[in-house]
């Protein structure tokens, strides 16, 4: 198979595999890197955004969106809505499996750690001041910063002719890191629904060892909030003609 569909789905899985994964070998016990900290972990999610974004453009979606919010915002700008079911549908897919490989990954650390609230956060994002109100704040600004930005580097106010072939993703990559650095600590930045959604469904229904709750409380917040980002960003880039 090899097509849109499949390219978002192995981009997202290949995202959440490599982000989840580096969450994992930082909060685990007896990993090997085990408190390594957190610009291990920015480091490695923005690493995942460049193998994401390759693998979805190799297996057939040279959108590559990886991100429900990127996706509405492409959609609005454009005015062709008929890849938003599709893309949804993948990228959720994607990140479930991504993070049930995670998971088998880690198998034996599962139990070593007593830590619930670390076992929720190799999934999904936990707040580290739960205030719903602030919080939706904050991942809506980190949203908007990913969508203007990540749109710009495609302006052809910085590069008329278009990028160089292969430089997208690496640029793309180096705004999530950028965010997680600088955005990331209210909310551990979601700034993509399919992100967290899809994990917390894989943390809700795998057999983790003394898991505890999936946090559905919470679950809205970094769904309901990169969203709301993406549609603000599509309106700053269409008033200011970034593209």
């Not at 229904?205 to 549609?231: E, T």
């Amino acid at each position: 198979m090899h097509g849109p569909f499949m390219g978002e789905f192995m981009g997202t899985l290949v995202l959440i595999l490599l982000g989840d994964g580096v969450v994992a070998n930082v909060l685990l016990k007896k990993s090997k890197g085990e408190n390594s900290g957190w610009i291990v972990i920015a480091t490695a999610w923005g690493m995942a955004v460049v193998a994401g974004i390759c693998t979805a453009v190799a297996c057939g979606s040279p959108a590559a969106h990886i991100n429900p919010a990127v996706t509405l915002a492409s959609a609005l700008l454009s005015g062709n809505w008929s890849s938003v079911g599709p893309f949804w549908a993948a990228q959720f897919l994607g990140a479930f499996v991504g993070a049930t490989l995670v998971w088998l990954v880690y198998l034996p650390h599962w139990r070593e750690t007593p830590d619930k609230a670390a076992k929720l956060a190799v999934f999904c994002n936990t707040p580290a001041i739960r205030n719903f109100p602030a919080n939706l704040l904050s991942e809506i600004i980190a949203t908007i910063c990913l969508v203007v930005v990540g749109f710009s580097f495609g302006s052809k106010s910085l590069a008329p002719t278009g990028l160089a072939p292969g430089f997208s993703p690496w640029f793309w990559g180096v705004l999530v890191w950028g965010i997680g650095l600088s955005l990331g600590g209210p909310t551990g930045y979601a700034i993509n629904p399919a992100r967290d959604f899809g994990p917390r469904i894989a943390h809700a229904i795998l057999p983790i060892s003394a898991k505890g709750g999936s946090d559905w409380r919470y679950a809205p917040i970094p769904i309901i909030g990169p969203l709301i980002g993406g549609v603000i960003g599509a309106v700053i880039i269409k008033t200011m003609g970034i593209i």
